[in-house]
């Protein structure tokens, strides 16, 4: 008699064995990763190299922003100060208008008044023009001496007045654009008041 033996499905199931297509995908899945980890590497290496190339240029572009306004503000400057030089020469030209206008006494008024009349016109011409470049005359006649603006060549007694008020003005100050172009030569006084 024979046996019948009952068999299982699972019996005849074949043993699973590696075969070379599953040894390439295991070898194939580790290459990718190492070439994901290797790509990931160059990427954050990309990365770093262009925040520090991002940040030079900020920094290169902030330095010639601000090249360009330093130079502006000094052609500006050049600018508005160019004619100082050739201002200050002329500043001798009206001191003398306004000596000629000064000498003339007050008996000769009538027998020199054309001349004198001439001489007011062309000194008013000449203010005009320092008016029109920016440059003005300071007075600084029975004011309290400025030493920013003056400079004292003799002081006097006169217990009158307060001690440091400017008396007499030998040669005018003036600015040229809010600076000063020439300073004022001053006699103040001493020994009054403070």
């Known amino acids: 008699m024979t046996k019948n033996k009952s068999h299982k499905a699972e019996d005849f199931e074949p043993e699973l064995e590696?075969?070379?297509?599953?040894?390439?995908?295991?070898?194939?899945v580790e290459?990718?990763?190492?070439?994901?980890?290797?790509?990931?590497?160059?990427?954050?290496?990309?990365?770093?190299?262009?925040a520090k190339l991002k940040d030079?240029?900020?920094?290169?572009?902030?330095?010639?922003?601000?090249?360009k306004k330093r130079c502006q503000q000094e052609i500006e400057k050049n600018a508005k100060f160019a004619l100082a030089t050739f201002a200050k020469e002329l500043l001798s030209v009206?001191?003398?208008l306004q000596r000629a206008v000064t000498s003339v006494a007050a008996?000769?008024?009538?027998?020199?008044?054309?001349?004198?009349?001439g001489v007011e016109m062309t000194q008013n011409e000449l203010t005009k023009v320092f008016?029109?470049?920016?440059?003005?005359?300071?007075d600084s006649l029975d004011k309290v001496f400025d030493p920013n603006f003056e400079q004292v060549v003799q002081e006097v007694?006169?217990?009158?007045?307060?001690?440091?008020?400017?008396i007499a003005e030998l040669q005018s100050a003036y600015l040229i654009n809010d600076r000063i172009l020439r300073e004022a030569m001053v006699v103040v006084t001493k020994g009054g008041p403070k």
């Open 31 to 50: 290459e990718n990763a190492a070439e994901l980890e290797s790509a990931d590497e160059k990427l954050q290496h990309l990365l770093e190299e262009n």
């Open 18 to 28: 590696e075969t070379p297509a599953q040894t390439n995908e295991s070898d194939t």
């Open 131 to 138: 008016n029109k470049f920016g440059i003005k005359k300071i």
């Open 157 to 166: 007694e006169d217990p009158s007045k307060p001690a440091g008020t400017v």
């Open 94 to 96: 009206a001191d003398n």
């Open 56 to 67: 030079a240029y900020l920094r290169a572009y902030a330095e010639s922003e601000n090249t």
């Open 107 to 117: 008996e000769n008024r009538e027998q020199c008044k054309s001349l004198l009349e």
